[in-house]
């Protein structure tokens, strides 16, 4: 637990722009209730919210660094860990008394004040029985044990499985930085899903062929539990095949993030000259990694053509490149294939963000 302050820290962003936001279906949102001791929750789009002035409400927008150059920018102030552990930032705006009640994050969370005031209560990790029938994850059992009033520019960090509880103190605004930490199960489940659709090698399967008739046909056949228990046990997936796959489980973007191509295709030449001339970044949604000779973007596997490792990493650990370094990754036409084909489909932008 720790808690630190960003001095002379302004909000980027205003609650009438993080209420458009909602308003839109393209927005992942929620609004979280509590009237008259009664937790209520409302998903977005919302087009209309409660009064400001009336107490005990939140309203909770997710990725809003997908959906803003500037919060994009505040969220790779968080680079200090891997990408591919670094999920979105998530924005809740409440009036006096609104939060969502205690509950626990199964990943590290770094909580930013951003306007007015709000108080956090903590618990060590413990019990995590829910109330039941609530529209929310809420603790039956919390008993915290410290409490912080955070205020403009504060952050408090708060470590996995750790219980919590943010009160608005008027009325307020948090910043939520999520980290991913997928589970062996989601992990597995992930794993085991891809390999069924896209088999490598032979697939055997089962055959009759010399049974005689059944003389207790509700019995499980032997035969056909045996194979069936040595294709479980005897099944391995080779190392290539397992670095690959996580590599585009890391990258796989956010079910509710989808790309939007440019407006109008660029010839070869015309890409390269505006790409020279302005420099390449990321997408705000676009998640790009590698490991050894292997580029993953948004859920996808490429081999780095020869010669293009470089300018491959260097887009992925700056999430851009510069005019004069565009220029000398598109001499390669294998490179300058692939970052126009990007660019098609949504995943590369010419030039630099907006302010």
């Given at each position: 637990?720790a808690?630190?302050?960003?001095?002379?820290?302004?909000?980027?962003?205003?609650?009438?722009?993080l209420?458009?936001?909602?308003?839109?279906?393209?927005?992942?949102s929620?609004?979280v209730?509590?009237?008259?001791?009664?937790?209520?929750m409302?998903?977005?789009?919302i087009?209309?919210?409660?009064?400001?002035?009336?107490?005990?409400?939140s309203?909770?927008?997710?990725?809003?660094d997908?959906?803003?150059d500037?919060?994009?920018?505040?969220?790779?102030?968080?680079?200090?860990?891997?990408?591919?552990?670094?999920?979105?930032?998530?924005?809740?705006?409440?009036?006096?008394?609104?939060?969502?009640?205690?509950?626990?994050?199964s990943?590290?969370?770094?909580?930013?004040?951003a306007?007015?005031k709000?108080?956090?209560?903590?618990?060590?990790?413990?019990?995590?029985?829910?109330?039941?029938g609530a529209?929310?994850?809420?603790?039956?059992?919390?008993e915290?044990?410290?409490?912080?009033?955070?205020?403009p520019?504060?952050?408090?960090?708060?470590?996995?499985?750790?219980?919590?509880?943010g009160?608005?103190?008027?009325e307020?605004?948090?910043?939520?930085?999520?980290f991913?930490?997928?589970?062996r199960?989601e992990?597995?489940?992930?794993?085991?899903?891809?390999?069924?659709d896209?088999?490598?090698?032979?697939?055997?399967?089962?055959?009759?062929?010399?049974?005689?008739?059944?003389?207790?046909?509700?019995?499980?056949?032997?035969?056909l539990?045996?194979?069936?228990?040595?294709?479980?046990?005897?099944?391995?997936?080779?190392?290539?095949?397992?670095d690959?796959?996580?590599g585009?489980?890391?990258?796989?973007?956010?079910?509710?993030?989808w790309?939007?191509?440019p407006?109008?295709?660029?010839?070869?030449?015309?890409?390269?000259?505006?790409?020279?001339?302005?420099g390449?970044?990321l997408?705000?949604?676009?998640?790009?990694?590698?490991?050894?000779?292997?580029?993953?973007?948004?859920?996808?596997?490429?081999?780095?053509?020869?010669?293009?490792?470089?300018?491959?990493?260097?887009?992925?650990?700056?999430?851009?490149l510069?005019?004069?370094?565009?220029?000398a990754?598109?001499?390669?036409?294998?490179?300058?294939?692939?970052?126009?084909?990007?660019h098609?489909?949504?995943w590369?932008?010419?030039?630099?963000?907006?302010?």
């Amino acid at each position: 637990m720790a808690r630190q302050a960003l001095p002379h820290f302004v909000s980027p962003i205003e609650p009438e722009r993080l209420f458009a936001m909602a308003a839109s279906d393209e927005v992942d949102s929620r609004l979280v209730s509590a009237f008259d001791g009664q937790w209520a929750m409302q998903r977005g789009p919302i087009a209309r919210l409660p009064a400001r002035r009336k107490p005990g409400w939140s309203l909770l927008v997710n990725g809003v660094d997908r959906h803003d150059d500037v919060m994009s920018a505040l969220l790779q102030r968080f680079r200090f860990v891997p990408d591919a552990r670094l999920d979105d930032l998530m924005v809740s705006f409440a009036t006096d008394g609104g939060g969502v009640g205690p509950h626990v994050d199964s990943y590290d969370v770094f909580l930013l004040q951003a306007r007015g005031k709000r108080r956090w209560r903590i618990s060590p990790p413990g019990d995590e029985r829910l109330v039941s029938g609530a529209p929310l994850k809420l603790l039956a059992q919390f008993e915290p044990t410290e409490s912080w009033l955070l205020e403009p520019g504060d952050m408090l960090y708060v470590p996995p499985g750790w219980g919590h509880e943010g009160v608005a103190d008027g009325e307020c605004m948090t910043f939520s930085i999520g980290f991913r930490a997928p589970s062996r199960h989601e992990f597995l489940t992930a794993f085991l899903s891809a390999a069924s659709d896209s088999p490598t090698g032979p697939d055997p399967r089962f055959s009759d062929r010399g049974r005689i008739a059944a003389q207790r046909p509700g019995e499980l056949p032997a035969d056909l539990v045996g194979q069936l228990q040595t294709w479980a046990r005897t099944w391995q997936p080779t190392a290539a095949e397992i670095d690959r796959f996580i590599g585009c489980y890391l990258t796989e973007p956010s079910p509710s993030v989808w790309f939007d191509g440019p407006e109008r295709t660029l010839s070869e030449s015309a890409f390269k000259r505006t790409s020279t001339a302005t420099g390449l970044r990321l997408d705000r949604c676009t998640r790009m990694a590698w490991r050894g000779t292997r580029l993953f973007i948004n859920g996808e596997s490429i081999d780095a053509p020869p010669g293009t490792r470089r300018w491959l990493r260097r887009l992925a650990d700056e999430r851009s490149l510069s005019p004069v370094d565009a220029g000398a990754a598109l001499e390669h036409a294998a490179l300058a294939d692939l970052l126009r084909d990007w660019h098609e489909a949504g995943w590369l932008l010419i030039g630099k963000a907006s302010d």
